[in-house]
């Protein structure tokens, strides 16, 4: 049994900006696990941090762990036009994930919001969102244990999946339904499929191909990965995903390119590259969990 005592040491890792970014990542994933209204309440006071980077991870965790006790936190988050693209677009992806209806309307609001990334993602939240109703079922559990943005689609023919993915003219939605399915499948024509992702279509839909990569680890996808974080005309959210997604991977052609680009002139992108190799070195060791916040909290003691 976690005490309260043990979340609270536990945030106040989190949100102490003097401790280094990747501890403040283990503590963050540490609390994401163990859930309730005391992991959401510490994680919700980091969204004053200045590092785009967490911000954005604090909102992709809080959907994950869906608790509809986030969902004021996520709302003021998607409302805050001071908050980075890439922070309002997850706290966006968040409340379609967490799944409760009444924040449709909202949603139906931003997806019509100037910044692109912003109004992409609410636009699939409320997809997603119809979906779950008209369905009357959750999406099932994927393979990787994440909540996803949309539900994979039936089809499981990789040349027909690649298709629908770089083809610019289906609408999101069904791009990400072939995403999914495609990861979900698993094989190395797949993730060479999803790869070409990388070289299409929106940034969201880019970032979001890095994250699905990452999620698969699977090496062959390493080059396309490198060739998207080296790209000085990427977008930033997009390079950041790649970088974390060579970190979750972990093989040993990812370590140079992840410490050269450390020192970046894009914060969210230094800071990835950071991140990444502590994942690197977890994936890499016999840790038993990247989690790792309660049992270093316990072994202290």
Request: proline fraction near 5%.
């Amino acid at each position: 049994m976690v005490t309260e005592e043990e979340v609270a040491a536990i945030g106040r890792t989190l949100v102490d900006a003097s401790q280094p970014l990747p501890a403040r990542f283990r503590a963050l994933f540490t609390l994401r696990n163990l859930g309730g209204r005391a992991a959401v309440d510490w994680i919700s006071r980091a969204f004053g941090d200045g590092s785009a980077l967490l911000k954005h991870e604090l909102a992709y965790c809080l959907g994950q762990m869906g608790d509809e006790a986030a969902i004021p936190v996520l709302i003021r988050v998607l409302q805050d036009t001071s908050q980075e693209p890439m922070v309002r677009h997850e706290a966006g992806e968040a409340l379609g994930a967490i799944g409760n209806p009444d924040v449709l309307d909202i949603l139906k609001c931003y997806s019509e919001d100037p910044v692109v990334e912003v109004a992409e993602t609410c636009q699939l939240a409320v997809r997603r969102l119809e979906w779950l109703k008209e369905n009357k079922q959750e999406l099932g559990t994927s393979p990787y244990l994440s909540v996803d943005p949309a539900p994979p689609a039936e089809e499981s023919d990789v040349a027909e999946l690649h298709r629908t993915l770089l083809d610019e003219s289906r609408s999101l939605f069904d791009r990400y339904r072939a995403m999914f399915a495609l990861r979900n499948l698993g094989s190395q024509d797949a993730v060479l499929a999803l790869a070409d992702g990388l070289g299409c279509g929106s940034a969201l839909f880019r970032h979001e191909i890095g994250f699905v990569l990452g999620q698969m680890q699977q090496e062959v996808c390493v080059p396309q990965l490198t060739a998207a974080l080296r790209s000085p005309t990427e977008s930033p959210m997009v390079r950041h995903e790649c970088a974390e997604a060579l970190g979750s991977i972990a093989h040993p052609s990812c370590l140079e390119t992840l410490r050269a680009f450390t020192q970046d002139k894009e914060r969210v992108v230094r800071e990835s590259c950071q991140v990444a190799l502590d994942m690197y070195e977890y994936e890499n060791s016999a840790q038993f969990q990247y989690a790792d916040g309660l049992c270093k909290l316990q072994a202290s003691a």
